[in-house]
């Protein structure tokens, strides 16, 4: 597509409950990267999955949260038994390696 | 550790007059620079990029200067307008060459008519 689509835009949860957010990359960028930017804050790393390699988790903040890239393209990014503290907006980007990232609209994940 | 820093959290312009933004950075490795703005409910949109091979570079209404001596970038925008008002980020590719980029805390411009 024409740009990086992240879905959905808003997403409400319980507190305990399961969630899951999704990032269409631009076709051809091979890396893309998962963000959480806290309210009024800066952008803080998850991971990133660049092509066929193994995926740098190095910023997932514990084992509740996971992704995935399914065939090079769509990431999936899962966030088990939520916790208020999760609430956020939470980026995604992509990118040709080496080369600025293009991000998307975000998911705003609000924990109640 | 890594780090890229701005100097202020909140700069205000008068509309018209020049803005500076500023970002000082302490990977020395580093040799790949970009400015991003970030609009109020939406993701950060790149500005404009510089490599450490160049001192310079501009855009329309934007010129990123860079420092190495002293690792400081900036972002200089000209006739500053409120349709700039926003946050923005300085980031850097750090060390490792991993393509990864770091990002600064972010500076606030406000535009005042």
């Known amino acids: 597509g024409a740009g990086v689509s992240q879905s959905p835009s808003n997403k409400v949860t319980e507190k305990g409950k399961d969630v899951e957010l999704r990032c269409d990359p631009i076709?051809?960028?091979?890396?893309l990267y998962w963000y959480r930017q806290s309210l009024g804050q800066g952008l803080e790393f998850l991971i990133y999955f660049q092509g066929n390699s193994a995926p740098d988790k190095s910023g997932l903040p514990s084992d509740r949260f996971s992704a995935e890239r399914t065939g090079g393209s769509v990431s999936t990014l899962t966030i088990q038994r939520t916790q208020q503290e999760d609430s956020a907006v939470y980026l995604c980007?992509?990118?040709?390696?080496?080369?600025?990232?293009?991000f998307g609209s975000g998911t705003r994940l609000t924990v109640v | 550790g890594e780090s890229v820093g701005l100097h202020l959290p909140t700069l205000s312009v008068q509309e018209g007059d020049n803005s500076i933004i500023n970002c000082a950075y302490s990977?020395?490795?580093?040799?790949?620079f970009i400015w991003y703005k970030q609009e109020s409910g939406k993701g950060p949109q790149f500005i404009i990029d510089i490599r450490s091979n160049m001192d310079k570079r501009q855009g329309q209404r934007v010129t990123v200067l860079l420092n190495k001596t002293v690792k400081h970038l900036s972002l200089q925008i000209a006739a500053t307008q409120p349709g700039d008002s926003a946050v923005y980020f300085c980031a850097e590719n750090g060390s490792g060459n991993t393509g990864k980029l770091i990002f600064g805390q972010g500076t606030t411009l406000q535009v005042k008519p």
């Open positions: 076709s051809g960028h091979t890396a």
């Open positions: 990977n020395s490795a580093s040799d790949y």
């Open positions: 980007a992509s990118s040709v390696p080496f080369l600025s990232y293009t």
